[in-house]
């Protein structure tokens, strides 16, 4: 499965940006998606992820009510609507798919299929 992430650019705080996760050679659907981000100096954190089958949906705390994962079987790919953006917001976010249980679904060793990245930056 490749994925292809897109959408990110630059934003003033308190924007919104929605960023795609389009997928070829395989069936989204049959995988628990998620979104992480990287900034600068950082780790690799959670962000976000969308269940396989039922499409529950869980949240890192720091984007709880401001983030909306979402997906679209028809067209292969899985959105991050980021509402109300924050300059700590900025990083680079990586779209990432697997199967796994779903307690474990917010650890990035989890998932064996990448996308490349796209870069958030929220300034003024």
């Known amino acids: 499965v490749q994925l292809q992430a897109s959408g990110g650019g630059l934003v003033e705080p308190g924007g919104s940006l929605r960023l795609s996760c389009a997928a070829s050679?395989?069936?989204?659907?049959?995988?628990?998606v998620a979104w992480f981000r990287q900034s600068p100096g950082k780790e690799r954190e959670f962000v976000a992820v969308?269940?396989?089958?039922?499409?529950?949906?869980g949240y890192a705390d720091s984007v709880k009510g401001r983030f909306t994962i979402s997906k679209e079987n028809a067209k292969n790919t899985v959105y991050l609507q980021m509402n109300s953006l924050k300059p700590e917001d900025t990083a680079v976010y990586y779209c990432?798919?697997?199967?796994?249980?779903?307690?474990?679904?917010?650890?990035?060793?989890?998932?064996?299929?990448w996308g490349q990245g796209t870069l958030v930056t929220v300034s003024s």
């Open positions: 969308i269940r396989r089958g039922d499409g529950s949906s």
């Open positions: 990432a798919a697997g199967s796994m249980v779903w307690s474990a679904s917010q650890n990035d060793e989890m998932y064996y299929y």
């Open positions: 050679g395989g069936t989204l659907r049959t995988y628990t």
